[in-house]
């Protein structure tokens, strides 16, 4: 007995041993510092390297986007499977880690059975009876670390879907507020369409007027009319892109209420909506991006199955024993000299299997190359989505003032266009002219300030939605 418990031991001691490989983060696939060049302000790479706090409240400074973010982060369908699916990995994990400790159970059993006397040796009918209390333990020494390469895959993945649902979070808030300000410039444009009507309108009533009284021709008239058939066509198709859009907020928002939103403004667009994104950023703080974690997560979780793979070709040891008492009369179960106890050590060795454990060592090597080359992707597409964001960052300030210079240019042609025609200087196909140039390039002036705002917001989505110095970072980052 003394042996056996010698035995069991050592071979406790001797448990723990680990085939896992050591984990070391592949190389970063990209430069040390942001891009430089005309498109960019400055240097990026010189300037004052900074830590800050940036989150979503502080970025968007507009109070009815901050409401709509905070009613979509709590009612947002894909936000709330993440959720769920962060608590059923951790759930997993769980399982798998219970397997590295003893299963100890309880077990009462009892029994009479009545033996005919026909059957019965002794040609008497008897009853036997037997009560047992048994606690029972079952064990699998993880010798050669393959439960525990299991408990870190599953940890690993349980990290992994963390991150994931940290990613869904900031993307679903750069996804309301691109959504919102693609409401409110559609909303603009709308305003734009239904201004240039009524201008249009004025012009045709004018025109028909002259025509009434034969000053102009009835292809002036026809143009006049072209015109405001235009506008029209216009009116509609931003009525309906506004429509749209608020269904496309009120799926993001995850609720059927309709929206309380406030009426648009024609210079809502042009008022400080976003903070500005600070450029002098390392590029080391990629790291900090939910799916940059989340890979690199999944790149651990396939390291261990690696040691789980390995240790198969290992013995399993596992230890099974029970201790009890039993009798044959329910009133004796506990009385002296009822005890027993067994103990059933085991070993399975692997000899043949065709080369199936051969082949799982070689799946599991492949999976873990094949996440080292998604993690080196996802680096390299968080470093052009940076990159673009500040190239456009810069870009976009310069060619928002050459259209604003443009719009200023069209009304004065506009107006002098109008007073030319007026005056019977200039025909109305001059006219014409002006007012078509006027409105598109006021057209794409609110378009070119979308599109600004939404490159900030993917700036500030692809620098990881904002940067929290207590954050915590990955393991073995540092």
């Not at 973010?69 to 959720?83: F, P, Q, S």
């Not at 400080?272 to 900090?288: F, K, N, Q």
């Amino acid at each position: 007995m003394k042996r056996s418990l010698l035995s069991v031991a050592l071979l406790v001691a001797l448990s723990g041993c680990s085939l896992m490989p050591e984990y070391q983060r592949p190389e970063t696939p990209t430069a040390a510092g942001w891009p430089e060049g005309e498109a960019y302000v400055g240097s990026a790479n010189a300037a004052q390297e900074q830590q800050m706090e940036l989150d979503w409240q502080s970025f968007f400074r507009d109070p009815a986007l901050r409401e709509l973010i905070r009613v979509a982060l709590e009612n947002n369908r894909d936000l709330r499977a993440a959720a769920l699916n962060v608590d059923a990995y951790r759930a997993l994990y769980r399982i798998q880690r219970a397997d590295l400790l003893p299963l100890v159970s309880g077990d009462v059993d009892g029994s009479r059975t009545r033996t005919p006397e026909d059957v019965n040796q002794t040609g008497d009918s008897d009853i036997n009876s037997q009560y047992s209390a048994t606690l029972g333990v079952a064990w699998e020494l993880d010798l050669f670390g393959r439960l525990d390469s299991l408990r870190e895959q599953a940890l690993q993945q349980y990290f992994a879907t963390e991150a994931a649902q940290r990613s869904t979070r900031i993307s679903l808030i750069a996804s309301v507020a691109n959504a919102w300000l693609t409401l409110q410039a559609d909303q603009a444009l709308l305003q734009v369409s239904r201004d240039t009507l009524n201008a249009y309108e004025e012009s045709l009533s004018l025109t028909q007027r002259s025509f009434d009284v034969g000053v102009a021709s009835a292809l002036e008239l026809s143009q006049a009319r072209s015109a405001v058939d235009t506008a029209r066509v216009g009116i509609e198709r931003y009525t309906r892109q506004v429509a749209q859009d608020r269904n496309a907020l009120t799926l993001l928002l995850g609720r059927g209420s309709p929206l309380n939103l406030p009426a648009a403004a024609d210079n809502r667009l042009e008022s400080d909506l976003l903070a500005t994104v600070p450029v002098g950023l390392p590029s080391d703080l990629l790291y900090m991006r939910p799916d940059i974690i989340q890979a690199e997560y999944q790149l651990r979780a396939a390291n261990a199955n690696i040691g789980a793979a390995r240790a198969a070709f290992f013995p399993r040891i596992s230890l099974t024993g029970a201790v009890g008492t039993a009798s044959s009369e329910l009133s004796g179960l506990f009385d002296g000299g009822s005890s027993y106890w067994n103990f059933s050590p085991s070993i399975s060795v692997p000899i043949f299997n065709a080369g199936q454990l051969r082949a799982n060592l070689d799946y599991a090597e492949i999976s873990r190359n094949i996440q080292v080359a998604q993690y080196e992707q996802a680096i390299q597409t968080a470093f052009r989505e940076v990159a673009d964001g500040l190239a456009a960052q810069a870009t976009y300030v310069r060619q928002l003032q050459a259209q604003r210079d443009l719009v200023e240019a069209s009304e004065d042609y506009y107006r002098l266009a109008e007073r030319r025609y007026r005056t019977g200087v200039d025909s109305y196909l001059t006219l014409l002219d002006a007012q078509r140039q006027l409105f598109e390039v006021q057209q794409q002036y609110l378009n070119d300030r979308l599109a600004q705002m939404i490159s900030e917001v993917e700036l500030f989505k692809a620098l990881g939605g904002g940067w929290d110095t207590n954050a915590e970072a990955i393991p073995g980052s540092g």
